[in-house]
């Protein structure tokens, strides 16, 4: 089938982008001697996990426990669920994931950890340490003491230290110091960590934007990007790719078109409301449309004001949209179509979608 036959809105990947993304990322991992553990909630395919576990990653991460089940498909090795485990329903799926494959869970709370050890889930466990972001993690000085305690509760195996560097979003001089700090902070830990012969065998960092410096953080030894399989324009604003390594658009045909704008068939529920990181009124670029600006939307109504546009399309016609966030437009959709040169080639459910438990 060819791209132009298929009926939209429809969330596209080129693969041959998406394939390239791949093999620089498995390839800088092993250059440095990183393990690679992707963040799989930018796809929520078990089929591209499985092709990332081909190109060497050491596991697959998921953020919740229903996606840890979607992701069993992929056969990993080890899925760590990168994500404060809490309640009866999740422990008991979590177990039923442990009896397929190794767990590895993220946490910051002794509360987490005893609730685990109490429901008898044999997991291996990653203190969660705060190196700036301030989302979860204990601060640097605690994560001794949190360790301690999961070292001492039955069923957990203690294997190291897990952090998100997400606050550090380009190389401006603002992040330059972030990088510092983390770096500095995270040195501090390890030394602390080690006087009292508690070495982790797992520091689980990493992100998209500060990837290809990931070698720069001594003592970090595992990367767990997400976005990088296809990027977005959040990854290209923040510097850490070029659009041409954008590989994940949104086809959508104009339904309604007047002097100075036109409207296309998707809303927030289609691309997301989320505006660009780095500042920005547009809800996605126009692809080869220059002047075109993606400014408002309704659920399934896009607004573009097209004064400024010379090649604006007719009623009818399409346009392909590059989003600001695609790991929230992905759960938004229900498949997603890999094209090389204008043919889709393959398909795959979304299987991950709506996982949110
Ligand atoms: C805990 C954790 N690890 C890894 C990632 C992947 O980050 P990115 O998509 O920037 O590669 C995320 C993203 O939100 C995350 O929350």
């Given at each position: 089938m060819h791209i132009s036959e298929l009926e939209t809105p429809a969330l596209v990947v080129d693969l041959d982008i998406m394939e390239r993304n791949l093999s620089r990322v498995a390839g800088y991992a092993r250059e440095h001697h990183l393990r690679l553990r992707p963040h799989t909630k930018t796809h929520k395919v078990p089929a591209l996990g499985k092709r990332q576990l081909g190109l060497g990653a050491v596991g697959l991460t998921v953020a919740k426990t229903t996606e840890a089940e979607v992701m069993l498909d992929a056969e990993p090795a080890d899925l760590l669920v990168a994500y404060p485990v809490m309640g009866a329903q999740k422990l008991d799926r979590l177990r039923r994931v442990a009896k397929r494959t190794q767990v590895t869970v993220a946490l910051d709370s002794a509360e987490a950890a005893r609730a685990l050890s109490a429901a008898g889930v044999d997991v291996r466990v990653l203190v969660e340490v705060d190196l700036g972001l301030g989302r979860t993690g204990v601060a640097p000085g605690d994560v001794a003491a949190l360790v301690q305690e999961v070292v001492a509760l039955p069923h957990l195996d203690w294997d190291g230290l897990m952090f998100y560097p997400g606050h550090i979003k380009g190389m401006t001089g603002e992040d330059e110091a972030r990088l510092a700090r983390l770096r500095r902070d995270l040195h501090d830990v390890l030394l602390t960590l080690t006087a009292l012969r508690l070495v982790p065998r797992v520091v689980s960092g990493g992100s998209t934007p500060l990837l290809f410096h990931s070698h720069t953080i001594e003592g970090m030894n595992e990367i767990r990007p997400g976005t990088y399989i296809f990027n977005d324009l959040n990854t290209a604003a923040m510097g850490a790719c070029g659009l041409e390594d954008c590989a994940a658009t949104i086809i959508a045909t104009v339904v309604s078109r007047r002097e100075g704008h036109m409207i296309i068939d998707g809303g927030s529920k289609t691309f997301s409301s989320d505006r660009l990181a780095t500042g920005g009124a547009d809800f996605g670029q126009i692809v080869g449309m220059p002047g075109a600006v993606f400014h408002k939307m309704n659920e399934e109504h896009g607004y573009v004001?097209?004064?400024?546009?010379?090649?604006a399309p007719a009623v009818g016609e399409r346009v392909q949209v590059l989003p600001n966030h695609i790991c929230v437009a992905v759960n938004l959709h229900e498949r997603i179509y890999g094209v090389r040169q204008g043919t889709v080639e393959e398909s795959w459910t979304v299987a991950g979608r709506g996982k949110l438990q």
């Open positions: 004001d097209i004064r400024e546009c010379k090649n």
